[in-house]
């Protein structure tokens, strides 16, 4: 950067002293204010801060008086009014962003800082390229997970970079970064997420060279909503397991991309078995859930794994990490004993207040404990405090979640719900029945979710492409499926028969129009119509015919509430040649519903 000159009547030796004191960390806490206050125009940005840095850490031994603090603010300001009016100073995006990320690190930065360091970055644009590029990815990452607003900056970054084209090549640290950078604060650019992509597919499939922590890193990052996001995970996970030592971390973020791949299942599975005596609880948690949530269960590996978090599951001291872990058992559908009533005890010695942020472990340990028939009023009540505690400030997304919690207590375990008190009662119910201002895109949960693709398949796949013969087309209708807590669930439409594809929203799922259907609440409950549930492949563990515990919950729950369930499995659907076949199918299947 550009040092202002040093004038006449500069003391050119206590500057010189005062430089080596913050180079070297030496000196009295006395002498460096001293020198601070009398020479810290003449400092550099990254000479005020550490200046700063070092004051602080001096004057942290001796007693808190109000002399002590008062000095510490004055240093503060200074230090901070000095770098932000040399900001301009600075050419070199690194060291732009390398004093911003110390000062975020030393606790310095300030909102007009970091503003001031948006304006400069802003205009140091053409030289962001390279390391620089990296490291302004890096600290835009460290910005937003500090709090601070990084939207309109990194718009103009990608935008910037983008519109370069093919003038400034990309490196892997610069895909690497940027892909962190996207998934962290959760901004997209078409243009610059396609040539990220490309760059990344063409590196993946002509051999070229990555190792294996960067490819780890581009795991943990590319979300399944970037380019080509399944080829490019499954290479990337081919990359990350050569070489001969594959750290745990890698195979955990292997687990967690969401991508199955059948090539690399077996060497993760025995890498795992390699690795696990050396796995603290942490790691035994994430690849629990990693297989969980890729609905695979290997017998071997998932004995052992629950073998092992008994022994070493007494070192969790967080709800978090035992919420994680009881639901890591409720995805693979593994009842062990001893966990479970690890986790009882913990909850109910559990004397640190819960925060919003822990909704969802409450409502995944809520979960667990109903599907494992957990009989202990004792834990639904300590968890049901802190919810109510919490409601007023208990966000959209969590509340959805919470309402399916309370849909399954009452509907799906009475017994757990009537050991429940009074208050537990009442606020299950009011939850199952309440009515927010959200729309409805915002307020989705599993279930609903589940049943809107149920709906688009019925719709779009069965009706659009099989004629009914057994309905008669003057009585054909259609429903539409809204919100289990609505007044009303079902909603009978007339429909033009001739054009079946024609309007057809989302989630509207064709029924038989007969007896059965009518209106229902959850105030009251009356026979509702027949539907069709398309039980595709996310719906059973991998290798095998049985319903996940996800999936046995919402048809449970589907049931409880009413709805007649026709499921058409996918094996069985596959297995039919044409479309004639599939009809006769459909046929005989509501023929067998209607009988019963």
Known sequence: ?????????????????????????????????????????????????????????????????????????????????????????????????????????????????????????????????????????????????????VVPICSKIFAYIAARGSESELTLPNSVALVHCMAETDMRHEALGSRVGRSLRLLLTRGGKITTEEASALLQAYKEDMFDSVFIRRRLMEAALTGDAIPMQVLVNCLSTGVFSSSNANRIDDLVLTGLSTCDVKTIIRLLLGYGNLRYRPAKVISELTRTLESVMFNLDSFDDVARCIHSLFLLDEHNPVVMEF???????????????????????????????????????????????????????????????????????????????????????????????EPETVRKCDLQESVGKTATFVSHVLYKQVEFDYIQPSKRRRFRLVRISSISCARSVKRNWRRPGNGIPEDCAHVDQGKNACLVGCNYLRPLASIILADDIVQFYRHSRERTAKSQIQLGLLQRLGFRCICVPYWKWEELGGWHQKREYLSELFVEHKST
């Open 1 to 149: 950067m550009r040092l202002s000159r040093v004038f006449r009547h500069l003391c050119v030796p206590e500057v010189a002293r005062l430089r080596a004191l913050v180079r070297d960390g030496g000196g009295d806490a006395q002498t460096l204010y001293a020198l601070f206050q009398k020479h810290n125009e003449q400092l550099s940005p990254t000479e005020n801060l550490l200046a700063a840095v070092h004051i602080e850490k001096l004057s942290a031994g001796q007693d808190g008086s109000e002399e002590v603090a008062s000095r510490m603010a004055n240093v503060r300001a200074t230090a901070l009014a000095n770098i932000r009016g040399k900001l301009y100073a600075f050419t070199d995006p690194g060291d732009l962003c390398n004093l911003i990320r110390a000062a975020l690190a030393h606790g310095v930065a300030s909102r007009g800082l970091i503003y001031d360091f948006y304006g400069r970055l802003e205009r140091l644009l053409p030289h962001v390229r390279g390391e620089a590029l990296t490291q302004a990815c890096h600290t835009l990452v460290e910005l937003h997970k500090a709090g601070h607003r």
């Open 343 to 437: 986790a009882t005890n913990f909850i109910k010695g559990l004397d640190v207040p819960l925060g919003v942020e822990n909704i969802e472990c409450i409502c995944d340990a809520l979960l667990a404990f109903c599907h494992f028939n957990m009989n202990d009023p004792e834990v639904y009540q300590r968890l049901l405090r802190e919810v109510m505690r919490l409601d007023c400030s208990i966000p959209s997304a969590c509340l959805v979640r919470l309402q399916l919690v309370a849909l399954y207590i009452w509907k799906l375990t009475p017994q757990i719900f009537d050991s429940l008190g009074e208050t537990s009662q009442q606020y299950l119910l009011e939850v199952a029945h309440r009515v927010t201002m």
